[in-house]
């Protein structure tokens, strides 16, 4: 929406006659293009970083609650009592 706000803006406040409105409008389709691609690029980014962010807040927190570790397993390789 940002791009498109500023596009026409500048559509409907040009002092100076810059040429054909085809060229305004492509100037506005251009920035939308640009504007949504890197809205998806972050939205991606940012959504493996939570997607992160769960998972690690899910094993520590399974970890607290079981009191396993995986230490304590290594341990108990070649001991009696496995």
Known sequence: MV???IGIASVFTSIENQGSPEESLS???????????????FSYILNNLLVVNSGIIYYSLREKNENRTTINDIDLIGTESE
């Open 3 to 5: 791009p498109y706000i």
């Open 27 to 41: 100037f506005l389709s251009i920035m939308m293009v640009v504007f949504m691609c890197l809205a998806m690029l």
